[in-house]
């Protein structure tokens, strides 16, 4: 499980150094094969291929004239590019998918339990402060015992 926050860099060819903390969770546990997309244009997922194709699958269940599903597979696919952890440990975001969610530079990578999230470090720290959890939050999690 992916789990936490470690601060890192996107060098000027678009590759990230996979945080050595979450290069231990894939080594252990997915292998080498990845799929980088965004759902969102705001935040690049990086989703190890075994749990992408979980996704997939639920995908897949949803009639294809649904118009969520093609939003999401429009984004998805736009996004989306399957590639492979190379030898020193740093993948390739796509061109397309850096430029939007200006993830070049310094980025934050969090654990996000089956993924990770890459996102503009300055801009994350942004909307934290501009977002702060509240009492509406608190109580939405208390249903879930959190």
């Known amino acids: 499980m992916f789990r936490g926050n470690c601060p890192t860099r996107v060098d000027e060819k678009g590759r990230l150094k996979l945080p050595a903390d979450f290069k231990r969770v894939v080594e252990e546990k997915y292998g080498t094969q990845f799929y980088i997309t965004s759902r969102d244009g705001r935040d690049a997922e990086i989703h190890p291929m075994s749990e992408w194709e979980k996704i997939e ?3 897949a269940a949803i009639p294809s004239f649904n118009p ?30 850096r430029e939007k969610t200006n993830t070049m530079g310094d980025v934050l990578v969090f654990g996000m339990q ?10 994350f720290v942004n909307k934290m402060e501009s977002e702060p959890m509240n009492e509406e939050d608190e109580k939405a999690l208390e249903a879930f015992n959190l």
């Open 57 to 59: 699958e639920k995908i």
């Open 114 to 123: 089956t993924f990770l999230k890459v996102t503009n470090r300055e801009a």
């Open 68 to 97: 969520a599903k093609k939003k999401l597979l429009d984004h998805i696919n736009y996004y989306g590019h399957a590639t492979e952890i190379d030898a020193q440990g740093r993948l390739l975001l796509p061109q397309i998918l």
